[in-house]
Structure formats: structure tokens, C-alpha cells
């Protein structure tokens, strides 16, 4: 995990000022920086915030090869099929860091030649002096953060997030656009004579459905003709497997929920095999005994992790809330109320562990229908649907809550979920078996590993948990403990007011126009490009809030 930043065709841009706004993304990468500025890009600036995860001695960038002078390289990512991309190509590795392919790729086949050609999560910036060409591009699910701002007359700027190019928008001398790049995609740009840049292309190389364009790792033909519980099993576990590439400690995070549990059982079993030289930490958190908590506790002592309870107050919501809303750039609710304990148990890890790599179970969702409100999709297509707009859209919620709140603290997180041939081969699946069944979300998933004793029967068959009713209780959910926070925060004039101060996603509650007000403090003028629309449940009726709890059929109830 890294932070990287450019900058093209900005005028009278002052050193100093260049530092203020590189330094913004120094949490991504705190290791190491590098801010370089080429004469032969006037006003180009080309900056790197490092985490070293893989070859601390040679990783460094902008990563410059003596075989291709010309090219410059910025790259936030894993890519897990590097060491087969460099045998079948026959690349010549001057480092051991996995992102340098990048670079061979686009010298051996041109822009077109790379995306398509990675199995991982990436987002990077190349600069080819050269041809005068810069090609952005990030992975198909947008797991790795980028942002660009692009000016009607050619001015460019990209960062991992929004807060390290925010800043420079006064520079900016026409028109622009500043809005996050979109997964699966590629662009490229000509330098010009006068240095500002011109959009050339634009390609949506891989789509949400479609089969990987890259060698799998998997071999297709290795599936099962029939077992479809078995193929599941084996690509999941594959996934996980392939995250290993790390020279860092690895983490997990355990809810005690199906999700998070598959995985953290999985990345143990793949430990054991790897022979790591270290036990597998696993981290929960909760207020006291929480549904999460015990849940959690019964995982780790069944997978055999090192297992530490995080136990948050009231006290420190409010402590964070703010820094939370800044750090996230968002102001959607749903994801500010998840991000809490992610924020808090991150935190944590950092202080208190040498863990650096962190796997969760994000994606499981979105993928296969988890969310409480699937059982009420009109029919099989319509679910289906639904999910891919879900995964689609992942970078600008929970992908998003998952990237700001890890990197916080200098984590990198690895979500086996979204893998590309995993999540191909299951939405693949028949669309209705993919469907809740029987009152319970996920059935598919949990079908597959009923009878491997990977989990306990009750972990496995878990009902779906509200976050806010997981890390605390029904009688005083983090929704609660938020809205007494800001109720005094807001005025009711201020609510009455709303639909003026904020025409798009207007504030409903005093909660959303607090979260609103704190991120146009940093981000204003930005709302629309950076949260299209509210993250809401589909196909229930009479609900404004976004929480679980108000659907009817909402287990958490009944269940205590």
C-alpha cells in the first residue's frame, strides 16, 4: 500500500506549495517519499508516499528501468500474476517488486497491452517522455484508490485520494473535473508541445461480468464439470492463497459474521501450509460483550489465531468522528456509521501490532446478496442486477470505507472476495440459486463449506448482523450513540434549511447534515462527483434510513 501523486501543466506552481498538498497522502506511506520534478514536463511533478510490502530495497518509485529510460512508473498495488507474466514474456526483472511489469508490459505492447494483462488491484500513473504519453488506469473493482482532475485546457492531476489535490484547485485556470477515476478503466493522454496534456482515449477494459482477459490462476479446465459447492471452495481458497505475497506481517479482521469468518479460517489454513514463521493475529471489536465480540472469540479459538478484542466507548466516537469524515471524503451514512469500528480497530493494529497486511471479508455482500434486503427482490434477474450495480458502485462505499479507514494507519488491505475469477465464476452461477433461501442471505456461500469444519455450524449459519447492532447492542446502537452526538451540533433550522444549503442528497436527519457540513469544511464543492446518491436499500417501502434495523424481517431482534 502507497500513496502516489502527479501533477501536469499546472502554472506557477511554487516548490513549497507542491510539498503542502504531496504531504496530505504521507498516512498511505510513511516509510519513505519521493517527490521528483522532470524539466522535460514543465511544471510536472511526480510523487510517491511508500509502504514497503514487497522488495523493501528496490521498490522505490517513481520506478525507472535502465532498459526503458523514458518511462516513469507510479503504481499503489499487488499484482499476483507478476512472476508468470515475467516467464511467459520473458521479461527481464531488474527488481523483485511485483509492479514493475507494468513497465515491460507497456514497452512490449503499448497502452493497451496492460490493465487487461493484471490479475490484482492497482491504480498507477506511467509517464513516457518519449512518446509523450501518460497513461492512468485502475483495477476492475477500484480497490486501490486514484483520483483525477483534469481542466478543459489540459491540466492534470492525480492522487490516491482527493485530499492531496484539493488544494491545488486554485491553480486550476479553467474548467475542471475532480472526481474519482473509475474502476476498470484505462486513459491516455498526449503531452503537448506546451506541456499541458490532451485526453486521447478512454477504455472500459474489463467489465463486471466478463471473463479475466489475464492467464488465471486458476486453470479453467480444473473446475468441476458438476460440483459447483467444490469450484466455490477451490477459487475462494485460491484467491486468499494468492494474497500471501507479502514480506510484511499479515492480519485479519473478525467480525464473527459468515464473511470475514470464511476468510480469516482460509488465510490461517494457507499460513500453516506456507510455513509463516508467525501465528495468524486476528483483531474484533465491540462495546463489551457485543454479538460481534462473542462471536469473533469462538472463531479464533476454533482457527487457532492470535486473537486481541478492541472494546470502543461512546467517548470514542466522539473523539473521531470528525477526523473519520475527513479521512473517508465522503458523507454517505451508511458508510461513515460502518467506518467507526474500522477506523478504531485500525487504530489499534497500528499502535499496538507489527501487523501491516490486513485481509477482511469486503465484497461478500455485494456479491452474494447479503444484504438483508435481497429477500425482497421480485424475482431471480432483478437480485442479479442488483448485485452487479453493487460491485460497480463497491469503490464508492464499503471499497471505499475499507481503503480510507486501513490506510488511516498505514495498513494494506487484501479482500479475497473481490477477486476477479471468483467473483466471474460466481456470477456466473444461476441467477436464482444465488438468491436467499429459505430466509437466509448468502445460502450458496454457506452451502459450499457446510461439512468442512473450516468454521462451527453456528458461524457458518450466522444470521445477518446490522454493523451497528454487531460491535453493540439493540438497546443503544452506534447509529444511537452518533445521533446524540450531533443532535446538539445541529440546529432544527439549520435541518429546515436542508434542501437549500443542499440541493443534491439533501440532508433528511440531523445526523446526515452534520456529516455533510463536516465534509464540505474540506471537500466542498465536490458532493456530487464524490457521492452520486445516498447508499440505501432497494425494494423496502416506507424506509428513509439506511440501517438494517428498520427492514421488517431484521433477525437482530429476535434473536435476544
Known amino acids: 500500500m502507497c500513496g502516489i501523486w502527479a501533477l501536469f501543466g499546472l502554472d506557477s506552481q511554487s516548490f513549497a506549495h507542491v510539498c503542502k498538498t504531496f504531504e496530505k497522502i504521507t498516512h ?23 509502504l514497503a510490502i514487497v522488495d523493501s530495497f528496490c521498490g522505490m518509485q517513481p520506478m525507472r528501468l535502465y532498459e526503458y529510460p523514458h518511462l516513469f512508473l507510479l503504481c499503489n498495488g499487488e499484482i499476483y500474476n507478476h512472476q508468470k507474466l515475467s516467464q511467459d514474456y520473458g521479461f527481464k526483472r531488474v527488481t523483485k517488486c511485483d509492479v514493475e511489469v507494468i513497465l515491460h508490459l507497456y514497452a512490449t505492447g503499448g497502452a493497451q497491452n496492460v490493465a487487461k494483462m493484471l490479475d490484482g488491484v492497482f491504480a498507477f500513473c506511467l509517464m513516457d517522455i518519449k512518446e509523450k504519453r501518460i497513461l492512468i488506469g ?41 472526481e474519482p ?81 470464511l476468510i480469516a479460517a482460509l488465510l490461517v489454513k494457507h499460513a500453516k501450509e506456507a510455513n509463516l514463521p508467525y501465528k495468524i493475529q486476528s483483531f474484533a471489536i465491540g462495546m463489551g460483550d457485543s454479538p460481534d465480540i462473542i462471536a469473533a472469540r469462538q472463531v479464533a479459538d476454533h482457527i487457532g ?59 461478500a455482500d455485494e456479491l452474494a446478496q447479503g444484504y438483508i434486503y435481497f429477500r425482497d427482490a421480485p424475482n431471480a434477474v432483478e437480485a442479479h442486477t442488483e448485485s452487479i450495480r453493487l460491485l460497480k458502485d463497491i469503490y464508492l462505499y464499503d471499497g471505499l470505507r475499507a481503503d480510507r479507514t486501513t490506510s488511516a494507519f498505514s495498513l494494506e488491505l487484501r479482500v479475497p472476495f473481490l477477486d476477479i475469477q471468483f467473483t466471474n465464476y460466481y456470477l456466473s452461477l444461476d441467477a436464482a440459486s444465488r438468491q436467499p433461501q429459505g430466509g437466509i442471505e448468502k445460502h450458496l456461500l454457506r452451502s459450499a ?20 447492532d454487531g460491535v453493540t447492542s439493540v438497546k443503544k446502537c452506534l447509529f444511537q450513540i452518533i445521533n446524540d452526538i450531533v443532535n446538539d451540533r445541529v440546529s432544527n433550522e439549520d435541518l429546515e434549511k436542508a434542501y437549500m444549503t443542499y440541493p443534491h442528497c439533501t440532508s433528511k436527519t440531523k445526523e446526515a447534515f452534520y456529516y455533510r457540513s463536516v465534509f464540505e469544511k474540506h471537500y466542498g464543492g465536490h458532493a456530487k462527483r464524490f457521492v452520486p446518491y445516498f447508499w440505501m436499500p432497494r425494494w423496502v417501502k416506507g424506509v428513509t434510513d439506511p440501517s438494517a434495523r428498520f427492514i421488517a424481517h431484521y433477525a437482530a431482534d429476535k434473536k435476544k
Open 28 to 50: 498511505r506511506g510513511p516509510e519513505a517519499f519521493r517527490l521528483e520534478f522532470d524539466n522535460r514536463v514543465k511544471n510536472g511533478y511526480l510523487g510517491f508516499h511508500r
Open 181 to 261: 477515476f473509475p474502476p476498470g478503466y484505462y486513459e491516455e493522454y498526449e503531452i503537448l508541445d506546451d506541456y499541458r496534456v490532451k485526453l486521447l482515449s478512454k477504455v472500459n477494459y474489463h467489465k463486471t461480468e466478463e471473463k479475466p482477459s489475464f492467464q488465471v490462476y486458476t486453470p479453467w479446465n480444473e473446475l468441476h464439470s458438476t460440483d459447483i459447492h467444490e469450484n466455490i471452495r477451490k477459487l475462494l481458497s485460491a484467491a486468499v492463497k494468492k494474497r500471501l505475497m507479502t514480506d510484511r506481517k499479515i492480519g485479519c479482521l473478525l467480525s464473527g459474521g459468515l464473511d470475514s469468518s
Open 305 to 363: 489465531t492470535e486473537h486481541h478484542e478492541i472494546i470502543f466507548s461512546e467517548t470514542d466516537v466522539v473523539e473521531i468522528l470528525d477526523k473519520l469524515i475527513y479521512q473517508l471524503e465522503t458523507y454517505d451514512i451508511t458508510t461513515i456509521r460502518a467506518s467507526v469500528g474500522m477506523y478504531l480497530i485500525s487504530r489499534y493494529i497500528k499502535l499496538n501490532t507489527e501487523a501491516t497486511v490486513i485481509f477482511s471479508g469486503e465484497g
Open 449 to 468: 463449506f457446510e461439512g468442512t469444519n473450516l468454521l462451527p455450524s453456528n458461524i457458518l449459519w450466522r444470521h445477518k448482523e446490522a454493523f451497528s
Open 138 to 178: 485502475r483495477d476492475p473493482y477500484g480497490v486501490r484508490p486514484i483520483f483525477r482532475l483534469y481542466s478543459d485546457d489540459g491540466q492534470l492531476a492525480v492522487c490516491s485520494e482527493s485530499k492531496g489535490i484539493v488544494g491545488i484547485t486554485n491553480q486550476v485556470t479553467s474548467k475542471y473535473v475532480l
